[in-house]
């Protein structure tokens, strides 16, 4: 709005100063009114960013919290890392299966050959240090025994202290064989166990991700009302 000023004096040079005088008060008037304003918005602004500022110490801290409680450093590199060991899991779990086939065939070809007889070999996937002496030892009786029955009859005294030998080493190899297949089963339930927790690791991560995104947004919001405020101030 405009607003006509004027005065009467008998000196007009002096109503002219008059009117120059009320003219300059108000614009200093004006000038401290708009001053009171901006420290006003200026003293919101502080108080605002100081708000944001401890909002976004609140987020920050409370997704420090949630990853920590959770087990979680990168959702997404956690989710690929507990799939490659659930594949490599598996591939083991498979690698057990077989072995147990084939010690578990390798016991009923031992148990069903005759006595003193030439021993079935030993799976190739089957490796077990004992079990390998005790098959050598075991071998080499037998192999002796047959070398001598070439030569003196069954029922000689030597064959009795040779059987007796012979039958101990059947009983050890046959307790080896029994302990390596008890050890193997062990190790089949330990990785399905494994494999069933990782697995119920991996239902758990789309809701721990959308609760992580959740809180990820609330942050970024936080993040741009903080640089947009900063941003007026400057």
């Known amino acids: 709005p405009f607003v006509n000023l004027s005065i009467s004096d008998d000196v007009p040079a002096r109503g002219k100063d008059i009117l120059n005088s009320l003219l300059i008060l108000y614009q200093i008037s004006a000038l401290e009114d708009k001053n009171m304003e901006a420290q006003k918005t200026l003293r919101f602004i502080d108080l605002r960013v100081d708000s944001i500022g401890n909002e ?18 990168n959702i997404t590199t956690q989710g690929n890392s507990d799939q490659d060991y659930i594949q490599r899991n598996t591939s083991d779990i498979q690698d057990v299966e077989i072995k147990l086939k084939s010690i ?33 030892e ?3 009786l037998q192999l002796k025994r047959d070398q001598l029955l070439v030569t003196l009859p069954p ?11 012979i039958s101990t080493l059947q009983n050890n190899f046959k307790e080896k064989i029994i302990a390596l297949k008890s050890s193997l089963l062990a190790t089949l339930v330990q990785l399905h166990s494994y ?18 995104t959740k809180l990820g947004r609330g942050q970024a919001t936080e993040e741009k ?7 007026r101030l400057n």
């Not at 420090?64 to 087990?71: C, R």
């Not at 050959?113 to 079935?120: D, G, R, T, V």
């Not at 009302?225 to 941003?231: F, I």
């Open 104 to 136: 578990g065939a390798f016991e009923h070809d031992f148990d069903s050959s005759p006595k003193n007889q030439k021993l079935p070999s030993i799976p190739s996937n089957i490796s077990d240090p004992d079990l390998n002496s005790l098959y050598s």
């Open 56 to 73: 976004l110490e609140n987020i920050d801290t409370r997704i420090a919290t949630y990853k920590s409680s959770h087990g979680l450093t």
């Open 195 to 212: 494999n069933a927790g990782v697995q119920s690791t991996l239902k758990k991560i789309p809701l721990q991700d959308k609760e992580s």
């Open 138 to 140: 075991l071998n080499d």
């Open 155 to 165: 029922k000689n005294p030597i064959f009795v202290s040779l059987d007796k030998q």
């Open 225 to 231: 009302l903080l640089d947009r405020k900063s941003t």
